[in-house]
């Protein structure tokens, strides 16, 4: 069934776990020397930086992130050195990212066609 399958069921994550994946995500990103991670991951799921700071003042409940962000952050993780968000322009959504990684991926796997 894929990554999802393999995943826990989304009922939320700690302030602490989306600390984790965020700084993960967005590792080594600053601005004017201070970890710039927080805005980044906000961009990068479609959300406002407050909310994020919501996130981790208070954790993570089915009421305050859709169980599918909750979803798309534990898949992400998982595969945070492949996306390189990081490196991406910042505003780069996450699952833009992850489309092109599966994109390229399976372009990568397509078998060659030979002209004959």
């Given at each position: 069934?894929?990554?999802?399958?393999?995943?826990?069921?989304?009922?939320?994550?700690?302030?602490?776990?989306?600390?984790?994946?965020?700084?993960?995500?967005?590792?080594?990103?600053?601005?004017?020397?201070?970890?710039?991670?927080?805005?980044?991951l906000?961009?990068?799921?479609?959300?406002?930086?407050?909310?994020?700071?919501?996130?981790?003042?208070?954790?993570?409940?089915?009421?305050?992130m859709?169980p599918?962000?909750?979803?798309?952050?534990?898949?992400?993780?998982?595969?945070?050195?492949?996306?390189?968000?990081w490196?991406?322009?910042?505003?780069?959504?996450?699952?833009?990212?992850?489309?092109?990684?599966?994109?390229?991926?399976?372009?990568?796997?397509?078998?060659?066609?030979?002209?004959?």
């Amino acid at each position: 069934m894929g990554v999802a399958s393999s995943l826990p069921d989304p009922i939320g994550l700690s302030a602490a776990e989306v600390a984790r994946i965020g700084a993960a995500l967005y590792q080594g990103v600053t601005y004017r020397g201070r970890p710039a991670w927080q805005t980044w991951l906000a961009e990068g799921l479609g959300v406002t930086p407050p909310c994020v700071r919501r996130w981790l003042a208070t954790g993570v409940s089915r009421a305050v992130m859709p169980p599918t962000t909750v979803g798309l952050l534990l898949a992400a993780e998982k595969v945070a050195g492949r996306l390189a968000m990081w490196e991406q322009p910042r505003g780069t959504l996450i699952t833009e990212r992850m489309a092109m990684l599966i994109s390229d991926e399976a372009v990568a796997e397509a078998p060659q066609r030979v002209a004959v």
